[in-house]
């Protein structure tokens, strides 16, 4: 990352802090994922139980290996064995402590807009989880909601559509063909524009590029 981009990433960030704390959100800019890692460790508690989905930005920065080899207790899908295990994960992390997730984009203005399949992410954004923490990149801040809910729907989710390789159009083209197949992943498109209980949502971004 040249000293350019950083400085623009640090500009962007002190701006969308601001925002995101106007909308009763508690949000914290780290310059690299080292700083990222320590201050996640920091507002999770330890002995807390922790899960995730659609969190590959956490997963860059370290998270996931500092929770599974600490005191935490950690949901962890990739341990299910069968797709019963799986589900049984996605509900566990509604009462989780602590829920860890992504953004695939947030406007400047301090909306996050969140795309998906099975929609257990979005839900434990919605309400269940005693705190959500989002870890995200500076890559996916976006000047206005119009072009956050654009990045995430031509952007991430066909990017996301290369991991799955489901049988859908924008996993031949790489472009969002707004399908309605039978295997979409786009199914539940969430805005979440102000936060309540106030600080329930936390945000940690990274004046790094993560993620999708
Ligand atoms: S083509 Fe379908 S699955 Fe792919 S990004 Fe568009 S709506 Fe989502």
Known sequence: MSEMHQKYYEKRGAIL?????????????????VEALSKALELIPEGA???????MSAKEIGLMDA?????????????????EQQEENRKACMF????????????????????DGTGNRVAAVVYGPKQVLVIAGMNKVT????????????VA????????????????TGSCADCKSET???NQIL??????????????????DLGL
Request: one cysteine or more.
């Open 157 to 172: 989710a066909p990017l996301n559509q290369q991991r799955f390789l489901l049988n859908n159009p924008c996993t031949a």
């Open 143 to 154: 000047d206005t909601l119009e072009d956050a809910i654009t990045r995430a729907r031509t």
């Open 96 to 115: 989780a402590d602590v829920f860890l997730t992504g953004a695939n984009a947030l406007s400047l203005d301090g909306e996050m807009v969140n795309i």
């Open 184 to 186: 979409c992943i786009c």
């Open 67 to 83: 929770l599974n080899t600490g005191n935490y207790r950690t949901l962890d899908r990739e341990n299910a064995k069968t797709p």
């Open 49 to 55: 139980t922790v899960g995730w989905g659609g969190a």
């Open 17 to 33: 802090v601001k925002n995101l704390k106007s909308r009763h959100f508690d949000a914290y800019y780290c310059a690299t994922k």
């Open 191 to 208: 805005i979440t524009r102000h936060c309540r209980p106030v600080g329930r949502i936390k945000f940690i971004l990274v004046g790094e």
